[in-house]
């Protein structure tokens, strides 16, 4: 199965910098979501760009995907303290059109005040 | 806003005990999940439930996990004879036709 890789494994900024997060994966997908986990808690749905999308945003968030090289990027900009957090890719879990997901193991990203 | 519950919070069981996860999903979601996460390690797929059937699973999801959908609220994980390694944070996940999958608070399964 293909599996979503996020570099770097931790990551700590000053509010207010940006903060940009990769994410690598093996196989063709249709679509990537990116995920965040605040300690203890529960997965939240950021945002999904689709295949046939290079570039999105949502407020603060930024996501691009480069199907030719298999990655993607998540940037935070004007970062805040509440941001601290885990970010998690996730792309399908088994094959291209596959609405089950794999999720790397995530960035830890702390933005210290 | 509409949210995925799940009960308990945290579970501690002995090994060789049997264990029901218990989740609520968003009421108009057809589709739903459940998730594991070791401590410290990344959110992997268990199985995914659809039309009162199983539509996927992993290769973790043996013969010791059930899954049942026994009325139009809940959806549960059973693990038969829990294990030490089973210990994790179990998390359930809802969804309609769309890719976004909602996810549940988790419950924390100790197994002693």
């Known amino acids: 199965s293909q599996q979503g890789e996020e570099d770097p494994q931790a990551l700590s900024i000053q509010e207010g910098e940006n903060a940009t997060m990769n994410c690598s994966y093996k196989t063709s997908i249709n679509n990537l979501q990116w995920y965040r986990q605040n300690s203890g808690r529960g997965l939240v749905h950021l945002i999904l760009?689709?295949?046939?999308?290079r570039e999105k945003h949502s407020g603060r968030l930024r996501v691009t995907l480069d199907t030719s090289k298999k990655s993607s990027s998540l940037l935070i900009t004007a970062s805040r303290a509440a941001d601290t957090a885990s970010y998690f890719c996730?792309?399908?879990?088994?094959?291209?059109?596959?609405?089950?997901?794999?999720f790397g193991p995530g960035t830890r990203l702390s933005v210290l005040p | 806003e509409p949210e995925v519950t799940q009960t308990p919070s945290h579970q501690v069981t002995q090994m060789g005990q049997e264990v029901i996860l218990r989740c609520v999903p968003i009421?108009?979601?057809?589709?739903f999940y459940w998730y594991r996460q070791i401590l410290g390690q990344k959110v992997e797929f268990l199985v995914s439930f659809y039309n009162n059937e199983i539509s996927e699973k992993s290769e973790i999801f043996d013969d010791q996990f059930s899954v049942e959908r026994p009325d139009g609220s809940n959806f549960t994980l059973k693990i038969r004879s829990t294990k030490l390694e089973d210990s994790a944070m179990y998390f359930c996940?809802?969804?309609?036709?769309?890719?976004?999958?909602?996810f549940g608070p988790g419950t924390r399964l100790t197994v002693t």
């Open positions: 009421s108009n979601h057809l589709y």
């Open positions: 996940a809802s969804k309609t036709q769309g890719y976004e999958q909602y």
């Open positions: 996730a792309t399908p879990f088994r094959d291209n059109y596959g609405q089950n997901f794999v």
């Open positions: 760009i689709r295949s046939n999308e």
